[in-house]
């Protein structure tokens, strides 16, 4: 049964998107709602034979955060005003500002304790549900009764929202099109939008497969999704490895020659995987032969700390890691080494942290790990050389190895991968393995650690 919506007040709003009647309306459970509407009584009088076109209608939710307080978590301040400037432009329709609906009909309190959950990881939906909710408790019968009130039995209503229409539907009211507001995905509120369009039914544009995996949200099908999916659904620390290397497994020539062994593809898929963890690990001789920056330049994403493990101090000082500021350098270099005249790390760029490795220790990698460990670095890539690789792989510490194959025969040079010898065949390592093409190149991710 409809829930009656009294007309209680009637004025006029002037806005940036014009001037719209304000109507005020209680429904019977006490919620106060208002409608700005534009030409409704107008296009009410053209009388049979000229029926006026549905007028553009839009349900708004009420959203304290975003609506008022212009927040980024959710896309409701844009839409409201791109709704408001529809209807203005539309010459007819109205936005119908419905209280009540807060946090999807939980009430604000409740919206910004699921807000706390979706920081801890949760996404909106789960949310709801750990706070003993519904995904989605908003009902539309007051809308339906306003609208009756204003004389609307037919909409185009402005919405991505399919279950929006079905509820008017059931209500009576006749939704000739449903056009949807397109808001712009940006970090803070990407998530959110892939949530609503993956688990709440929603239509709205799709959102970039890889800004969703940035976000924490994996899409349901698409080879990103299938390629660095499971990489984002991983809870907790993460160690992966990667090196791209000849068929012949060699990662440079014999007179260090690096440029370049794979294709532009893996550089693709490099920096993905770079985008992805907190961390990027270098052995020092690369890093000074490579004279490399370890940062996302092919795809958008933030850039990891790079860091690079240099017992011998090796690294000069111009090299980009150290001079380039562009993101966070963990330079950790051997007891020994002394790094100019004056104190250890005197006059080094501010992004750089010089870690002298304590006492006796080898570097060895689970150590490394844990001194990332200690600074918040859990989801780590270690990426060369290859001797690097080989010891985090060795020790056992490596849960996915990407290594990449290219067509080229280098026949000698800075060695790849190497593993540990084995008497046959059936001691050989045989991982579990994925495996695409990247161009002319082969991606083969060895699952190390389930
Ligand atoms: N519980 C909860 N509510 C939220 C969250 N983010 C936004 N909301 C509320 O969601 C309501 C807006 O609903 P949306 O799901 O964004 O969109 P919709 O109204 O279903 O669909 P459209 O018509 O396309 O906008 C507002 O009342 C917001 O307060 C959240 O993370 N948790
Ligand atoms: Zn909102």
Request: aromatic fraction near 4%; charge should be negative.
């Amino acid at each position: 049964m409809r829930i009656a919506a009294e007309r209680l007040a009637d004025t006029t709003l002037p806005t940036a998107h014009g001037t719209f009647r304000l109507t005020a309306y209680r429904d019977s459970d006490g919620h106060e709602h208002v409608a700005l509407s534009l030409g409704l009584a107008d296009g009410a009088g053209d009388g049979p034979g000229a029926a006026p076109a549905a007028p553009l209608v839009r349900l708004h939710s009420e959203c304290l955060t975003g609506d008022a307080l212009g927040s980024r978590r959710c896309d409701c301040g844009e839409q409201l005003h791109q709704a408001l400037a529809a209807v203005a432009a539309a010459g007819r329709g109205a936005v119908l500002y419905l209280r009540g609906h807060e946090g999807r009909g939980i009430g604000l309190v409740e919206k910004m304790r699921a807000y706390a959950l979706q920081d801890g990881g949760l996404d909106t939906v789960d949310a709801n549900l750990a706070l003993g909710h519904p995904a989605d408790a908003r009902t539309y019968a007051a809308a339906a009764a306003i609208l009756d009130d204003l004389g609307v039995g037919a909409v185009r209503l402005l919405s991505s929202n399919p279950a929006k229409e079905a509820a008017l539907r059931e209500l009576g009211i006749e939704v000739v099109a449903r056009e949807r507001l397109t808001v712009a995905a940006r970090p803070e509120n990407v998530r959110y939008l892939t949530t609503k369009r993956e688990r709440m039914g929603h239509d709205g544009p799709p959102v970039d497969d890889w800004e969703a995996l940035l976000s924490g949200v994996v899409p349901a099908a698409g080879d990103l999704a299938d390629r660095y999916g499971a990489l984002v659904a991983h809870a907790g620390p993460l160690v992966l490895a990667q090196l791209g290397q000849s068929l012949d497994g060699f990662i440079a020539s014999r007179t260090g020659d690096a440029r370049f062994v794979t294709g532009e593809e893996d550089r693709e898929h490099l920096h993905r995987l770079r985008a992805l963890v907190d961390a990027v690990v270098v052995g020092g001789a690369t890093a000074a032969r490579d004279d490399c920056r370890l940062t996302v330049r092919d795809v958008p994403g933030p850039h990891p700390t790079r860091v690079v493990l240099d017992p011998g101090g090796r690294l000069p000082r111009e090299t980009a890691l150290l001079t380039d500021g562009v993101a966070p350098t963990i330079w950790v270099v051997g007891p020994q080494v002394t790094c100019g005249e004056d104190e250890p790390g005197a006059g080094l760029a501010p992004h750089v942290e010089l870690v002298r490795w304590p006492g006796s220790w080898a570097m060895d990698p689970a150590a490394v790990l844990d001194l990332l460990a200690d600074r918040g670095l859990e989801r780590v890539l270690v990426e060369g050389g290859g001797r690097l690789v080989s010891a985090f792989v060795a020790a056992g510490v490596v849960d996915r190895l990407f290594l990449t194959t290219a067509p080229v025969l280098v026949g000698d040079g800075v060695p790849g991968l190497r593993v540990e010898g084995r008497d046959s065949m059936a001691e050989a390592l045989r991982p579990t393995a994925r495996r695409w093409l990247a161009g002319e190149d082969v991606v083969t991710e060895l699952v190390l650690r389930p």
